[in-house]
């Protein structure tokens, strides 16, 4: 998405001289930028991620990154001015707002309305036009209370202390704020992890974020991982890298679990109904609260939203977005 | 309801076999009846509600959601019946006021089209999701949980320590929800009566006959033929057809409904007549012009017609009244050959017996079988009564000998269950012309069996450390691996580019030491096709 008047970009799929980022995950943040403006926290995880530094011919020069923390304002080229709230997605999450000639745009990024333990929490930002994702844009999308999620796995868990039960959950966000809820939920026995998934731990508990005790898959015996819970991304446990573990019970967090059919796909044997992004209440309560005068709508299923708001007689419009898979999460 | 509820959702999640009939097996021991009754009734796909259809459903959601947002909900979800439980409009649902499957049933078969609309919400709005989505299920049958209905009925077996064949031979005489079934099941009462009802018999099954050899005089030779084994039943004046699972397939045989003159109970294998096949032994035609008859529910003249079925006759059961059962095969097959005149001769025709003079000649016979549509041979013990299922030392199957080709490994899919980490599927293909002078491969079949784990490890490492290309699940691969692969015969398809099919084929051996370019031509499997 390109800011015209600022000569910047927000979540670039491809190198660019300037780029606003709303957060780590891979399909809005890359490397290679020349200057990136993100909140410290985005721009911690894509130091982690990503190679920063772009190619200038005599070897790598390192980008410039330039945080700005919720709340805070930059001025951009051509008067433009954009300002960060949380977006309540994943750690250092952003909604921007973009200020210029009068006129305030809100690009959400990917957000969610409830209550996570492991970043900020959405705010409301009042503006004239609105662009929101869509991911999990259809009425059959609601997810429900993750306190009854938790109580499924720990049930599923304590009934079967012979086996492990591997949840695949993505290394940003998801893993570690199902760690975070098992904790609230008063579990506080180990928990297991992939590699991928511990380094990210670490930078959240950096972070302030307590996730209580975690250890090493590549450091365990097979047999003291029965009875426990291991969080890996869902590409490992598909893979021969699961048949380290002791007989497990395939879960999966995300909020495609609410259809059936989507589990099954991925031999799921434990669905668990999480996601980080807003559901189809979440995302027609936000424009109803937010009240825009325009709603644009990108990333996913734009149709049952635009159609959504063509039923509230609300103005609206899709925005096809290059690139984006499908179902990334 | 929600019994059965979370039954459904445990099985949609479950792909191992015996987990699924662990959990079948604990539902039908822990729930009372009527409910559990109707539950089997609606796993094994009994139950028929004419009033409500999944159109019924469709109809209720579009008046409570925006058309297009049901039809974009419906679209991406795939199943009617799970996308109006997610849309239904959730009310103040509490597990008390939920409905049992009893009375859902009894408000379900009082419904008219015309009630219906009005009546079915009322049960929903006391349903949560999942309460719902088996509600749609049971209300419009077809569950499509990969639970079939001899897994259920395997289940309610294991549930109350019964044997499958006797379920099997009562099932087709009794109706949901089974009382009788349940009461002599699990409640140790009497057998279920079912005299003057037209049941299947459970099937006796042959062991494959290994290293062994057999001594003439004891056992009696008969060829293996090369359709479906089916039972026909008539009694009362009732003709009813069953498949070897004891599924009825009379309506797909409409014309083996009304020509066994006498009640009796035949074993024999079903056939359709071809010219192209069976020489002097009679006129069968292959398998592969049956396939087009089965799993029909309605048959047209013309198919009628073109692919007429007849039953050759392997057994008599029961004859007029008498159970013959008890008595040894030799007896058996004298009652047979005597009522044989009696049936008529458009529809029936008699197995012959293979006659050796001993049992190498017999191999003699069984070697020169190639052609006809004939699988091998059957050796039969001369005094043994026909027992369901497969005794030891009864009936052998002495399958004639594998064809065998070499293919090469072009493409692997992961496996299911424990094998998911694996890519244990194997689509192989063999050159469509000279492979030094350009020739390509071409698939001509896929096998995930006849390997050991061990083996499996190998393939599966080589697999990745050659992929070219992924395609979601499946990989191709590069051409270096040849398989020798068994089959049991070959039959020309459109459906595959090679313009062929493979019956049962299987990894034979693993030939990690051939070439690829010595690997078998199209031309070489060609020319075993029999049609």
């Not at chain 1, 048949?243 to 669905?271: K, N, Y």
Request: hydrophobic share 40%; aromatic share 8%.
């Amino acid at each position: 998405m390109q800011i015209v008047p600022a000569d910047c970009w927000i979540d670039p799929g491809r190198a660019v001289d300037c780029a606003l980022v709303t957060h780590g995950h891979a399909d809005h943040a890359r490397g290679g930028h020349g200057e990136t403006i993100a909140t410290p926290e985005t721009l911690a995880i894509m130091a982690l991620r990503y190679r920063t530094g772009i190619e200038n011919g005599e070897g790598e020069m390192p980008s410039k990154a330039t945080p700005v923390q919720y709340g805070g304002t930059i001025s951009l080229a051509g008067g433009v001015k954009a300002s960060f709230f949380p977006a309540g997605h994943v750690l250092g999450s952003a909604q921007i707002l973009l200020e210029h000639a009068g006129e305030r745009v809100v690009i959400t990024g990917d957000y969610k309305r409830r209550h996570d333990p492991t970043c900020a929490t959405f705010e409301v930002i009042p503006c004239d036009v609105f662009i929101t994702e869509a991911t999990f844009g259809l009425p059959v999308f609601v997810h429900p209370p993750i306190e009854q999620e938790m109580a499924k796995l720990l049930g599923v868990l304590s009934a079967n202390p012979d086996q492990c039960v591997a949840v695949g959950a993505y290394a940003l966000g998801k893993a570690q704020r199902v760690i975070a809820e098992l904790r609230a939920a008063g579990h506080h026995q180990p928990i297991y992890l992939h590699g991928a998934i511990e380094k990210m731990c670490r930078l959240y508990e950096e972070h302030g974020v307590d996730l209580g005790e975690l250890r090493l898959v590549a450091d365990a015996n097979k047999d003291d991982m029965r009875g426990h819970i291991v969080v890996a991304t869902p590409a490992a446990l598909n893979d021969r890298w699961s048949r380290r573990l002791p007989d497990p019970i395939t879960a999966m967090a995300s909020g495609w679990m609410r259809v059936r059919g989507r589990a099954r796909q991925r031999g799921v044997e434990l669905p668990l109904i999480i996601s980080d992004h807003a559901d189809w209440n979440e995302l027609t309560n936000t424009i109803l609260e937010v009240n825009p005068s325009e709603t644009w709508i990108t990333h996913g299923r734009e149709e049952a939203l635009l159609r959504w708001c063509e039923l509230g007689q609300r103005k609206a419009r899709a925005l096809a977005m290059v690139g984006r898979e499908e179902e990334a999460e | 309801m929600e019994e059965f509820a979370a039954l459904l959702n445990a099985l949609v999640y479950t792909t191992s076999r015996n987990r699924k009939l662990a959990l079948i097996a604990a539902y039908l021991r822990e729930t009372p009846d009527p409910d559990r009754g109707w539950a089997l009734a609606a796993l094994t796909g009994s139950v028929d509600f004419p009033a409500v259809k999944a159109n019924t459903f469709r109809n209720l959601l579009k008046e409570r959601v925006d058309p297009v947002l049901w039809t974009l909900s419906r679209d991406f979800v795939g199943d009617t019946a799970e996308t109006a439980s997610l849309l239904w409009p959730e009310g103040s649902t509490s597990s008390e006021n939920s409905p049992s499957i009893a009375e859902v049933v009894e408000t379900l078969s009082s419904l008219t089209r015309a009630s219906a609309p009005t009546e079915l919400p009322k049960l929903l709005d006391r349903l949560d999701e999942n309460g719902r989505f088996a509600l749609i299920k049971f209300a419009t049958g077809g569950m499509r949980i990969g639970v079939s209905a001899r897994l259920a009925k395997t289940a309610f077996a294991q549930s109350f320590d019964v044997s499958v064949e006797e379920v099997e031979e009562y099932w087709h005489a009794l109706e949901p929800p089974y009382a009788e079934l349940f009461a002599w099941a699990a409640d140790g009462g009497d057998p279920p009566d079912v005299t003057n009802r037209p049941m299947f018999r459970p099937f006796m099954l042959a062991h494959p006959l290994e290293d062994e050899e057999v001594d003439l005089s004891d056992y009696a030779a008969e060829w293996k033929w090369d359709g479906i084994r089916v039972q026909l039943v008539r009694v009362n004046g009732q003709t009813r057809l069953y498949s070897r699972s004891g599924d009825d397939i009379s309506a797909t045989f409409p014309e083996l409904l009304d020509v066994l003159p006498i009640d009796a109970v035949v074993d024999g294998e079903l056939m359709v007549r071809g010219s192209v096949q069976g020489g002097e032994i009679g006129g069968a035609a292959s398998f592969n012009a049956l396939q087009q008859r089965l799993g029909r529910k309605k048959v047209s003249k013309k198919m009628l017609a073109e692919l007429p079925a007849f039953v050759r006759l392997y057994d008599v059961l029961l004859l007029e009244g008498e159970d013959l059962r008890e008595l040894g095969w030799e007896q058996r097959r004298a009652a047979l050959e005597a009522v044989m005149p009696r049936l008529p001769n458009s529809h029936f025709d008699l197995s012959q017996i293979v006659a050796a003079r001993d049992f190498s000649h017999l191999a003699e016979i069984r070697g020169g079988a190639r052609e006809d549509a004939i699988e091998g041979l059957m050796l039969k013990r001369r005094d043994a009564p026909y027992i369901a299922g497969r005794k030891v030392g009864l009936w052998y199957k002495w399958k004639r000998d594998p064809l065998l080709v070499d293919c090469v490994l072009m493409y692997a899919q992961r496996g299911s269950g424990r094998r998911s980490s694996f890519y244990s599927d194997y689509t192989f293909g063999c050159w469509d012309g000279d492979p030094d002078a350009g020739a390509e491969l071409l698939p001509v079949g896929k096998a995930y069996s006849g390997f050991t784990d061990a083996e499996l490890k190998k393939l599966d490492k080589l697999v990745r450390q050659t992929t070219l290309n992924r395609f979601g699940p499946v990989r191709e691969v590069e051409r270096t691996l040849v398989f020798e692969v068994a089959f049991d015969s070959v039959h020309s398809s459109k459906r595959h580019k090679s313009g062929l099919a493979m019956r049962f084929p299987r990894i034979h051996r693993i030939r990690w030491d051939k070439p690829v370019h010595e690997a078998d031509r199209l031309d070489n499997l060609r020319s075993l096709i029999r049609d």
